[in-house]
């Protein structure tokens, strides 16, 4: 049995997107919905401000007014009445009269400006001002922001702060978005332990994976469990039955078992399809991913290197989707300050260091050693259909931080 | 009383950072320490790998013994053992010997080379080969990724997933980190009312700060609570002091209040010190910050975009430092695709949208105005020494999504 021929990158990512599901939708509160993706359009059920509002502590009046008053010219008006934030004027400006008024209170009846406090002087009910304005002046009119009815934002937006503040303004108190897919990670290794600062028994290794991983799904703003199985076949297959039943999405990191081939995709073959095992990119070569029970499962190593690029190439994708969130990766030109070999046939994902203008491959960067990721915080990628570039040729690179939820 | 002098930005931040305080350490599991910044140096307690490793499921054995094997020149090996992961055999591999080993499995003794299972064919305890192995290959050696004893990470960083895998490699079930700061936001105004479809009463508005506010301090790092108050003295003075005693950091918006200058400055004069109120920037100019009761506050704006700005300008930094993760824009160089006038004398941080090469400035740009934010993925900051720029010159440019945690 020699090397079954590996898919190339396009054809397994286009086998996953074939596949792609999205979550169901759920009503939830505006206090919780900060990096939840809309699963409705969002229409204003107000005008934002509702009404001409004061953008200063100061008097509203009539612009025309105070045409030409300065330091040297001051002017003189009358005071006929004070609004406070929250509440409302019944009277009226007129010529040469003012009404005192907080920041966010509504413009009166008849005045079309507000003078700033600052260049005034008051008693009783006397102002004297000492500086002029313009129509409008220190107002913010009324639906600059949000106008009443207007579509404000897209169903299948991502909600930043600033699009959970719109949503508020416009008057929601609850919104539409997608579930939170609930992902189950099954780790399979009998060599693999817990962190431990005592000695560790012979051939045992502490497992990382299950760190790394987890971590790595909830930054993509799914929900994880973890779940331990023991390499046998028996073992795989319950944990992936139990998985599929109520869990939306399936990883598992590791289980090559001896003389069985791979235990973890002779299960998937057995209670499901394989859709890929095998792709040509370095590292994560042996990347599978199936369909049991109608979820999908991604199979990564159990090389710490390899899990964690297999997830950003494969999994991280599917995930954004399901909350109805497109993701692609952000490619960036960049200086490579190395040369760097590639093999033709097999997309590289080669953890580097780059800035706004350069990218540095990691020189030292096996598959299980988890201190190249570590160095890094890009990949450059090389494609399949390139032989690697020379020092100071522009590369294609992929930031980590471009790639969070 | 006119315009008092305001402060430089350079000053504002530098009196914040003359206060800058840095929160307790506590020691949590390695579970709970995605995230988090590390308050103690990671020291190893093992070497990983703990032993030479097998990197893939084939066969171990002697590479000098393979060397001039090919699919039309197989050689001969006898099998004498097998190991599974997690156990290890005690028999030593000699001249045309093979041991049957699974991935991340110890290489038996004498053997200096994995051969891959797809490169041969058995028959019980006859093997064949069709392939040649360097020596080394296939194996991953002892402590290639952490060397006992040795310091993998400082105090101080940041730990993403992958410093969190390389953490529970070294052996560490629970880590010593910063403590989370806790944050009591005060939103004051008389005039907001919570998001609500309904009719809106006159002169009364949807309050969107202490949700963009709360969002932003969550994705500090940081713990947020909000609470209400009037714009009275005396309500505000009990909200701050309450606050001062029950949190670390203090944040208000709005609370200026009619004819008493501004209501939150009061009473940080009254029950404690102003360290600046008044800067030139825009927007935000009225940002203040003080000590009460030994706890910063950040008095920010009721106006939206303006209170988010002063929440990137001064408060995020200060949240990330009291966490032991230092914080400083990332500032890079765009084109810009229009003209921007600036104001000598201030510091503009202006939205824009930028891509790689370009930054295009928000034109709607009130600080009212929250579409303004949402149409932005960064600010353009104009220096107080810059009178704007042309269309096409270099601007600074610092993105959002490089502000957060």
């Known amino acids: 049995m020699f090397l079954s021929k590996l898919d190339s990158l396009n054809n397994a990512l286009k086998l996953i997107n074939d596949n792609q599901k999205v ?23 107000h005008d934002s401000p509702p009404f001409d509002k004061s953008a200063m502590d100061g008097y509203a009046l009539i612009a025309e007014d105070t045409f030409g008053s300065s330091q040297s010219n001051p002017r003189e ?41 600052e260049y005034t002087t008051d008693e009783r ?13 220190n107002i913010s009119p009324k639906s600059e922001d949000i106008k009443k009815g207007d579509l404000i934002l897209s169903k299948n937006t991502f909600i930043r702060y600033q699009e959970l503040g719109l949503i508020a303004s416009a008057g929601y108190d609850k919104v539409k978005v997608f579930k939170k897919p609930r992902v189950k990670v099954i780790i399979t290794g009998n060599e693999l332990i817990e962190p431990t600062k005592d000695e560790i028994d012979k051939a045992k290794i502490i497992n990382s994976n299950q760190f790394t991983i987890k971590s790595m799904i909830e930054e993509s703003g799914a929900i994880c469990e973890i779940s331990h199985a023991g390499d046998s076949f028996d073992e795989v297959k319950k944990a992936i039955l139990d998985a599929s039943e ?36 370095r590292p994560g070569k042996p990347i599978g991913a199936g369909i049991v029970n ?17 997830f950003d190439i494969f999994a991280r994708k599917y995930l954004f989707e399901m909350q109805g969130r497109s993701f692609d990766f952000n490619i960036v030109k960049r200086t490579s300050l190395l040369k760097i070999p590639s093999q033709l046939g097999r997309t590289d994902f080669i953890r580097a260091f780059s800035d706004d203008d350069y990218a540095k491959h990691v020189l030292n960067r096996g598959s299980g050693i988890i201190r190249s990721m570590v160095e890094a915080n890009s990949y450059i990628i090389i494609d399949e259909n390139d032989e690697g570039y020379q020092k100071d040729d522009l590369v294609d690179v992929v930031f980590f931080n471009s790639l969070v939820w």
């Open 23 to 45: 979550c169901d939708i759920e009503e939830i509160s505006i206090y919780d919905a900060h990096k939840r993706v809309l699963a409705e359009d969002i229409i204003a059920f």
């Open 77 to 117: 008006f009358k005071i006929i009445d004070a609004i406070g934030a929250g509440d409302f004027s019944s009277k009226k400006v007129n010529n040469n009269e003012a009404i005192v008024i907080a920041t966010g209170a509504p413009i009166p009846d008849g005045a079309n400006a507000v003078l700033m406090k």
């Open 125 to 137: 009910d006397d102002l004297t001002i000492y500086s002029q304005v313009t129509p409008g002046e």
């Open 246 to 281: 109520n869990y939306d999405v399936i990883m598992t990191t590791g289980g090559t078992a001896i003389s069985k081939g791979d235990v973890v995709l002779d299960v998937v073959d057995d209670v499901g399809d394989i859709l890929f095992h095998g792709v040509a990119i």
């Open 294 to 310: 109608n979820k999908m499962i991604f199979t990564l190593s159990g090389q710490p290197v390899a899990a964690m690029s297999q």
